[in-house]
């Protein structure tokens, strides 16, 4: 799956949770399902540059579909 948005990697990060899962917060998804670094059961990029590469990797253009919520011009300037 591929996000964006305003402070996204932030924000994913945040509910991803920590990669020990014995340091995430309850609620995030390491925080409630992980058991190990070692068997980490999702990744997210640390940086927007990270996550082009990443992207890259997994995804073609074509798979990727960009969206706007008609809301997006009253809530950010």
Same mark, same amino acid.
């Given at each position: 799956m591929v996000w964006e948005g305003e402070n996204v990697v932030t924000a /994913?990060?945040?509910i991803i949770g920590a990669t020990n899962p014995i340091s /995430?917060?309850?609620g995030s998804i390491r925080g409630d399902f992980g058991v190990s670094i070692g068997r980490n059961l999702i990744h997210g990029s640390d /940086?927007?540059?990270?996550a082009q590469r990443e992207i890259s990797l997994w995804?073609?253009?074509s798979e990727q579909v960009g969206w706007e919520p008609v809301r997006h011009s009253w809530l950010y300037e």
């Open positions: /994913a990060r945040k /995430a917060d309850p /940086a927007i540059e990270t995804f073609t253009d």
